[in-house]
């Protein structure tokens, strides 16, 4: 039994943390997602009637996932399963539930946990990916939507002669690449802060690659056409995003199918040139340029 004076330490970590239902998000949708559908919080809304209830709830699935969730882990997806599903406490208008397409990450040092979580490497495998892409030596790659780096700095370690663009909408994830190429010494990793509609990349590259970044994007032909300006002669767009049926990943309303994914590149410009099969989770599917 946890004594009075560990159970107040535990309140003091949740008071110092402050919930984050964006990072909440994510981890119920990567890690929980797959086993809960709507109809199993529509049945236990009528269970459910306070907080603590469904922090409880939360912490009994957690040890059943592959994911090590800590305490504030905890708290954060407590926090988005009440602004979407449950609204305890909450005036029904008072706040808009966190959107499931479009993201805030205002602490990549939280997120990194996620992000870079080393069980993530036995579906994600980085490592058979980026031999896959089969990069000359001296390649140019951007990553985009880089967040905190897990497939950049791989494929910066990779490509000694090479160059390395991790691409991300948000300053604070940009920030944390700098500092992390730096702490690492990965002198040919370099940051690049993009925006929803250009990845603003410095020079054309040799491949783009876009892991789990696919279904964020909006109008996509048009991103698309206007990115092939990005590639060199050759040049290939690489897209990794989870499948219909994968347990992991976004909610399934959120997510695109690979022959929709192929419809919408060919009408941007694109064909396709590989489609490797061999990730549990993903499709994995390569293009270039149709010109």
């Known amino acids: ?73 905890i708290e954060d997806v407590v926090e988005y399963l009440n602004l979407s599903h449950y609204r305890i406490g909450l005036e029904q208008k008072s706040e808009n539930p966190p959107s499931s397409h479009q993201h805030s990450f205002s602490d990549a040092d939280k997120w990194a946990h996620v992000f870079d979580d080393p069980a993530r490497d036995a579906w994600q495998k980085p490592h058979e990916v980026i031999q896959a892409l089969a990069l000359a030596p001296g390649a140019v790659v951007a990553d985009l939507g880089a967040g905190t780096g897990y497939f ?22 940009v920030k944390y690449l700098g500092e992390r190429a730096k702490r690492e010494g990965l002198r040919n990793l370099t940051p690049v802060k993009g925006t929803p509609q250009d990845a603003r990349l410095p020079r054309k590259v040799d491949l783009i690659l876009l892991v789990d970044v696919y279904h ?19 040049g290939r767009v690489a897209i990794i995003d989870f499948r219909l049926e994968a347990k992991n990943g976004p909610p399934a309303a959120a997510r695109i199918a690979p022959e929709k994914v192929k419809q919408e590149m060919e009408g941007a410009g694109f064909m396709l040139a590989a489609d490797h099969g061999f990730l549990p989770e993903q499709y994995f599917l390569v293009f270039r340029a149709d010109r």
Do not use: N
């Open 1 to 73: 039994m946890r004594s009075i004076a560990s159970l107040l330490l535990v309140v003091l970590s949740f008071a110092a943390h402050g919930q984050d239902p964006e990072r909440g998000r994510l981890l119920y949708e990567t890690h929980c997602g797959g086993c809960h559908y709507e109809r199993v919080h529509d049945r236990l809304r009528t269970e459910i009637k306070d907080l603590a209830q469904l922090r409880d709830m939360v912490a009994r699935w957690a040890p059943h996932t592959r994911y090590g969730f800590r305490p504030e882990d």
């Open 152 to 173: 950049s700095a791989r494929l910066a370690r990779m490509l000694a002669k090479g160059r390395v663009y991790a691409v991300d909408i948000e300053p604070d994830m």
């Open 216 to 234: 964020h994007i909006e109008d996509r032909e048009r991103y698309f056409r206007r990115l092939a300006a990005s590639l060199k002669p050759g």
